[in-house]
């Protein structure tokens, strides 16, 4: 992905949640290592991935009618996946899962 690239799809992504999250708190991260080889899209993951468990309190906007977003009204319990660009010494968010809780 280029530079050009990676600046609109973060423009994209923020303007697609700007009027429909009011605010994204976080109350716990932790590495994630339990069952990596039984998550959802397993197949896209690469060797070097790091996995958190993440808790979050999400308020949504009052106006939002949207239902298609990665997030609900109150605790969200996801896995973030981090990868690492080695050309641009960065990294990145490559996968974002919903995380069952016993």
Not at 3 to 18: A, G, H, I, V
Not at 39 to 60: H, N, Q, R, S, Y
Request: proline fraction near 1%.
């Amino acid at each position: 992905m280029s530079k050009e690239d990676e600046k609109e799809s973060l423009t994209n992504f923020t303007n697609k949640y700007k009027n429909v999250i009011k605010s994204i708190k976080l109350k716990s991260i932790e590495f994630y290592s339990e069952n990596i080889d039984k998550l959802d899209k397993k197949d896209i993951f690469l060797e070097g991935d790091i996995f958190f468990a993440v808790e979050l309190d999400v308020k949504l906007a009052e106006d939002n009618v949207r239902s298609d977003i990665l997030f609900s009204e109150g605790d969200n319990r996801k896995i973030f996946v981090l990868n690492y660009n080695s050309e641009e010494g960065k990294w990145h968010i490559s996968g974002l899962m919903e995380r069952e809780v016993p």
